[in-house]
């Protein structure tokens, strides 16, 4: 659609990298596909840069692939997202908290579990919570059991857990 929001980019580039594989595309064939599936900002572009600039249009996936994310995937996704991380802090549910915290670390790619576990241990209010999960042995630092255990601790602890969500610091 043309929008810059690198989830529904990459979402639409692994849709389309599921449809190459299942029915065995070529870059050629699976140009075809994507190029009809572009709408709004995006299909306009691509139209232009057909009309005005044939013999440097992209031409297969690869290269679509390639010029959708120089023109509209921001470029500091990444780091965005990790500033987002630093300053993610539960202020409600824990439920909440870690649906928050799983929508930007999945804009993070290669950030190591144990970077995540840090940055969601951080987050929570509870400083007996934090205790606990720092108390976790490197090897069984895992962003899921770290989930798991402070969903588990919020939930016998009800007075914690109500209303609000996650907020980003000032």
């Not at 959708?68 to 824990?94: C, I, V």
Request: aromatic share 12%; proline share 4%; charged share 30%.
């Amino acid at each position: 659609s043309g929008e810059r929001d690198v989830r529904i980019i990459d979402n639409w580039y692994s849709a389309i990298e599921t449809h190459k594989e299942f029915y065995g595309w070529d870059d050629d064939k699976t140009f075809i596909f994507a190029s009809t599936l572009l709408s709004g900002r995006a299909a306009e572009w691509l139209r232009v840069y057909k009309e005005h600039y044939p013999h440097d249009a992209p031409k297969t996936w690869s290269t679509l692939r390639s010029e959708l994310t120089q023109n509209f995937r921001p470029t500091r996704s990444a780091d965005d997202a990790r500033d987002s991380l630093d300053n993610l802090k539960q202020t409600g549910s824990m439920q909440k908290y870690c649906d928050a915290f799983m929508d930007i670390a999945m804009l993070v790619p290669g950030m190591t579990q144990e970077e995540q576990c840090h940055k969601f241990r951080k987050g929570i209010q509870d400083m007996e919570l934090q205790a606990q999960l720092r108390d976790y042995p490197p090897e069984n630092r895992k962003l899921q059991t770290y989930f798991t255990h402070a969903l588990n601790y919020a939930a016998t602890r009800p007075y914690l857990d109500s209303g609000g969500g996650s907020s980003f610091g000032d």
